[in-house]
């Protein structure tokens, strides 16, 4: 993977860590509903893990992948 790209994923996985502790704290100082803040940290919460899931399933991408072919056809040459 580029390094640019994993440090936008770093940086995307750092800023929805931070969202979800902001989402925590402002709820609880204005006292929002319980379920507004379960349901925005657990949005967030999945926002993260599948943005860390990609960053893990990618790490050694070098972009010669078997799918990043230049022809449309789709033939890959198996049945």
Known sequence: ??????????????F??????????VGFLFHLSHGVIIALVTLLALLL??????????????????WQDDESDGWRGYF
């Open 1 to 14: 993977m580029n390094k640019s790209v994993a440090r936008q994923d770093t940086m995307m996985m750092f």
């Open 16 to 25: 929805l860590i931070l969202m979800i502790l902001l989402v925590l704290v």
């Open 49 to 66: 893990a599948a943005v860390a899931l990609w960053n893990k399933a990618n790490k050694d991408a070098d972009g010669s992948e078997w």
